[in-house]
Nanobody
Framework: QVQLVESGGGLVQAGGSLRLSCLAS????????MAWFRQVPGKEREFVAAISWGGVTRYADFVKGRFTISRDNAKNTVWLSMNSLKPEDAAVYYC??????????????????WGQGTQVTVSS
């Protein structure tokens, strides 16, 4: 059974930083594109960042320069380092995975597996 387990969410002041982690049981991990999405109540889940098996990254415009996605294929882990957090970054953040060696999907419907989500709250 595939599991994606996120951790690292919490409460932070505006301008602060958080680092989210996602431990994935997909095998082999290196065959999967890994991504982070986020969702607030009443809105659709939106793309935040993604990383290919080889380390190519994609970011949503609203996080460029502030967030960094990274992965360690030996540890089956992907991270999202979030700096300069804004109140509008508050959301439930989800880790997602899709088996893909070419291309990086930016749409949630293209991802096969999802974590349970971790809450990020940013106080102003």
């Amino acid at each position: 059974q595939v599991q994606l387990v996120e951790s690292g969410g919490g409460l932070v002041q505006a301008g602060g930083s958080l680092r989210l982690s996602c431990l994935a049981s997909v095998r082999p991990f290196s065959n999967y594109v890994m991504a982070w999405f986020r969702q607030v109540p009443g809105k659709e889940r939106e793309f935040v960042a993604a990383i290919s098996w080889g380390g190519v990254t994609r970011y949503a415009d609203f996080v460029k320069g502030r967030f960094t996605i990274s992965r360690d294929n030996a540890k089956n882990t992907v991270w999202l380092s979030m700096n300069s957090l804004k109140p509008e970054d508050a959301a439930v953040y989800y880790c997602a995975a899709v088996r893909r060696r070419v291309g990086i999907p930016l749409i949630s419907a293209e991802y096969e597996y999802w974590g349970q989500g971790t809450q990020v709250t940013v106080s102003s």
